[in-house]
């Protein structure tokens, strides 16, 4: 059994944090390969170092000295070494990455050495061997990942062997060190998981996992225990705050389980995200989760005899590409067509797209309504279960909350309404209190 870790930036903003890190790794002899992000805010208004390190680039870009920023990186570090006990040459590396600051050091390189701190600390405080990602990750000229020769680097360095690795770069052909983009030590971990075949990939953040709704506006959401990797996308595309899809498309490939748990409570279970999640008949939840966005824009279509008009959902549809608007829902009546997107995508070509909707299609009448939130109930199990999107409608009803349109694909992955822009936070509240307590 081989489990792969990736520990965020708040998991190693200090000697605290390591300390839990540590005992994370030692409660389970299948955890041997460890990936860090570079330290991470300790309270709300600390710094990230990977920001201090693109700020330390931005003085040097413009010619202001770049020392106290430099050094305030060096303190977190150095106290981090101190704290824990350890006797990491940490000097010397500081003092090789300032000397190549003075000298021009590239930007990716410089931002990079957050993630490189991080894992020489945490690999001596581990007894783990250190493995720079230089040797291992690979770009090709084109900025994407050759994930083949990557695996195959880390195959080779990996083997067997309890290691700690810095996320968030890798090496261009030419040796070069290219960063990946912002939070990017998710995808180092989940190519760490996929290249050593790992039973499964966790990935310690500080949240007990993906929740079902934004605590912003549900009080104490509950986390979401299993979720397939279709639901992740479906919650994080309309706007839930999750790993990003593109992030975790190692593992997805491999089919290797990606559990989310929280550093400061390693007891609680975390999420789940699998391609297939077990069916547990106890389990009484028909939702997995509850997101939405605000600020979409219908235009209605209306024409009389349109739905026997070959051709006629073409013609419209042709429109908005030709403005390069990207259409997020297209419900439809018999005389009507309604195409739903992003009021900022249009906000430039609007008058320009009913004018050609005019000429194109020679509707009867075409109508904008704007200020429309969609709100996105998600769950694979709702189309087993009669019923799912009466409660969603009756629950807005009772809460007088009127509903402007509907969705919902046949797979029944999720059932979208869309309401006004100032029902938005109330509707997701009406429905986590239906669906979830
Ligand atoms: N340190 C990088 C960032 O702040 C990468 C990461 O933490 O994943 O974006």
């Known amino acids: 059994m081989l489990k792969v870790l990736k520990f965020g930036g708040t998991s190693m903003a200090d000697a605290k944090q390591f300390a839990k890190v540590k005992a994370i790794v030692e409660s389970d002899p299948s955890r041997r390969v460890v990936v860090v992000s570079a330290a991470g805010k300790r309270f709300s208004e600390d710094h990230k170092i990977t920001d201090l390190l693109l700020l330390c680039h ?19 570090y150095v106290e981090i070494r101190n704290d824990c006990g350890l006797s990491t040459d940490i000097e010397s590396e500081l003092q090789k990455i300032k ?38 990750v690979r770009f090709k000229l084109d900025g994407t990942i050759d994930t083949e ?21 890798g090496a261009m052909p030419n040796g070069s060190i290219r960063i990946m983009s912002r939070g990017g030590s998710d995808i180092t971990g989940a190519l760490a998981a996929a290249a050593l075949d790992a039973d499964v990939y966790e990935n310690w953040t500080d949240v007990s996992g993906i929740l ?36 975790i498309f190692p593992v997805r490939q491999k089919n290797i389980p990606l559990n989310i748990r929280n550093t400061n409570a390693p007891e609680d279970p975390g999420s789940l995200i699998m391609e297939n999640c077990p069916d547990d008949d106890n389990d009484k939840q028909f939702i997995t989760g509850i997101t939405g966005k605000k600020n979409f824009s219908i235009i209605t ?43 900022k995508g249009v906000s430039d070509c609007l008058y320009a797209i009913m004018g050609d909707l005019q000429k194109n299609v020679k509707p009867d009448s075409i109508n904008v ?57 109330k509707a997701v509240q009406v429905l986590y209190s239906s669906f979830v307590k």
Not at 58 to 70: I, L, R, W
Not at 99 to 108: A, F, H, R, T
Not at 154 to 165: M, N, S, T
Not at 312 to 335: A, M, Q
């Open 58 to 76: 931005a003085h040097v870009k413009y010619g202001v000295s770049a020392e106290s920023v430099f050094d305030m990186i060096s303190q977190r």
């Open 99 to 136: 000397e190549k600051l003075l000298n021009g050091i590239s930007k990716d390189e410089l931002v990079s050495r957050g993630e490189y701190l991080s894992a020489r600390l945490m690999a001596d405080y581990l007894g783990f061997e250190f493995i720079d990602s230089a040797h291992w």
């Open 149 to 169: 020769k990557s695996y195959e680097l880390l195959r080779e360095l990996a083997d067997g062997r309890k290691v700690v690795i810095p996320g968030f770069y």
């Open 212 to 247: 079902m709704a934004d605590p912003r506006i549900v009080d104490n959401p509950e986390p979401i225990k299993y979720i397939t990797y279709d639901e992740l996308r479906e919650l994080s595309h309309m706007g839930a705050q999750v790993l990003h899809e593109g992030t």
């Open 301 to 343: 279509v209306a024409k009389s005899g349109m739905s026997s008009e070959v051709g006629f959902l073409r013609k419209v549809l042709e429109v908005f590409e030709k403005y390069n608007v990207s259409v997020e829902y297209v419900p439809s009546g018999i005389d009507s067509v309604s195409v739903v997107v992003a009021s």
């Open 369 to 425: 309504t704007e200020n429309i939130a969609i709100v996105a109930v998600v769950g694979r199990k709702m189309a087993y279960k009669p019923g799912m999107s009466g409660r969603l409608f009756a629950a807005l009803g009772e809460s007088k909350i009127n509903i402007r349109m509907i969705s919902q694909s046949c797979e029944e992955l999720n059932i979208i309404a869309g309401v006004s822009n100032d029902d938005f936070e």
